[in-house]
């Protein structure tokens, strides 16, 4: 029954519109304003060319909104340095974890661990993780 349904994720915010300016303008997503929200589109036109794209569902909460404990959002990238360059200077500054350690850029070297991967939150305290595609 389920098999052929669309399926995405969402995530709460307590405001829409800065939201809105956070992804749209800051991050340079696709971003589709609702009456319930936001839809954001990564891999659109815009963004990175050959990579399908995967709807993401931003809710306004207002004051009952809580950020998340894990990340809401990974945006796999194949320039990760160069992308975390270029947010440093549009203003994101990146997160650094206790036990991870992370370069002077923020960006945590997985080797064979994992994926080199850098953290950052958006302004509603949600994390947003960068990592190598």
Same mark, same amino acid.
């Given at each position: 029954?389920?098999?052929?349904?669309?399926?995405?994720?969402?995530?709460? @915010? #307590?405001?829409?519109? =800065? !939201? $809105?300016?956070?992804?749209?303008? @800051?991050? +340079?997503?696709?971003? $589709?304003? =609702?009456?319930? &929200?936001?839809? /954001?589109?990564? &891999?659109?036109? &815009? +963004? $990175?060319?050959?990579?399908?794209?995967?709807?993401?569902?931003?809710?306004?909460? +207002? %004051?009952?909104?809580?950020?998340?404990?894990? =990340?809401? /959002?990974?945006?796999?990238?194949?320039?990760?340095?160069?992308?975390?360059?270029?947010? =440093?200077?549009?203003?994101?500054?990146?997160?650094?974890?206790?036990?991870?350690?992370?370069?002077? #850029?923020?960006?945590?070297?997985?080797?064979?661990?994992?994926?080199?991967? !850098?953290?950052?939150? %958006?302004?509603? &305290?949600?994390?947003?993780? /960068?990592?190598?595609?």
């Amino acid at each position: 029954m389920l098999d052929d349904a669309h399926a995405f994720s969402s995530f709460s @915010v #307590d405001d829409v519109d =800065t !939201a $809105e300016r956070f992804y749209a303008d @800051v991050l +340079g997503l696709d971003v $589709e304003r =609702t009456p319930m &929200g936001l839809w /954001l589109r990564p &891999g659109r036109p &815009g +963004g $990175e060319g050959g990579t399908p794209a995967t709807d993401v569902f931003v809710y306004p909460k +207002g %004051d009952a909104h809580r950020p998340a404990s894990f =990340t809401v /959002l990974n945006l796999a990238v194949d320039d990760l340095e160069g992308v975390v360059a270029w947010l =440093t200077r549009r203003g994101v500054t990146f997160e650094r974890y206790e036990g991870i350690p992370a370069d002077d #850029d923020g960006i945590a070297r997985g080797g064979d661990q994992g994926p080199d991967i !850098a953290w950052f939150t %958006d302004p509603a &305290g949600n994390v947003v993780a /960068l990592l190598r595609r």
